[in-house]
């Protein structure tokens, strides 16, 4: 008797369950952590400094963590930028920003990447897709590309971590440009938070965040990119 031959499945007949599995995965997340009276949603700048503060030396350690489920929260970012000035010394607040805004990046775009790939922009991106992709997934200068989308503060920044995913950037480029990114940011952001507390600092802070979301906004802008 012959063998029958086994059906063989192509990447193309996995998407539609690997998308379902990811639809199915983060919306059983996204429900407990959203619904459980036992997880504690922060809402606001209080919220988190409230709950960060209450596990003492592990407290950079939980915010790094809420910071990176934050896109299953439906939280914004904004919130957790101004705590990490508040609830840590310069340094740890600094570390601590990075940290949680690289994973809930990477978050993001392991979510985008593993159920959507490149068919998101092959079937919804039209002209504008191949454009941002051939941007982004330049092996010379990709990285760079990705940098300037992260530090111009007109960018949202989980729709960039979406997007990316779709194009064929690599991870290692991805979490580099993000981090570089993000630093000037996060230098002032972590400066306003503790102006927030020291008052006399306020004026100094603002002038530091305009500062470093203005110049990168400037040269985009006269650069036409």
């Not at 199915?24 to 949603?41: D, E, G, K, T």
């Not at 920003?97 to 922009?121: D, H, K, P, Q, Y």
Request: charged share 10%; glycine share 10%.
């Amino acid at each position: 008797m012959q063998k029958q031959e086994q059906p063989e499945f192509s990447q193309a007949d996995l998407k539609p369950l690997r998308l379902g599995t990811l639809v199915v995965i983060l919306a059983a997340v996204s429900f407990y952590l959203y619904w459980n009276p036992a997880f504690v949603r922060p809402a606001s700048v209080a919220d988190i400094r409230r709950l960060v503060a209450g596990w003492g030396a592990w407290g950079p350690v939980v915010y790094i963590g809420l910071y990176t489920v934050r896109p299953l929260l439906l939280l914004p970012s904004l919130p957790f930028n101004l705590a990490a000035g508040i609830l840590f010394t310069p340094l740890t607040g600094l570390v601590s920003l990075l940290l949680g805004g690289l994973g809930s990046a990477s978050l993001v775009f392991g979510a985008a990447r593993w159920g959507l790939g490149r068919s998101l922009l092959a079937f919804w991106g039209g002209t504008w897709g191949q454009r941002l992709d051939a941007y982004l997934a330049d092996k010379q200068q990709g990285g760079r590309h990705l940098f300037w989308l992260r530090i111009v503060p007109i960018f949202a920044y989980d729709p960039v971590s979406i997007v990316a995913a779709c194009t064929g950037i690599r991870y290692r480029t991805f979490a580099l440009a993000t981090l570089a990114g993000m630093l000037p940011g996060s230098v002032a952001y972590c400066f306003l938070g503790e102006a927030l507390v020291v008052k006399e600092y306020l004026p100094l802070a603002l002038g530091l965040l305009l500062l470093v979301s203005g110049i990168p906004l400037a040269y985009w802008y006269l650069r036409q990119k």
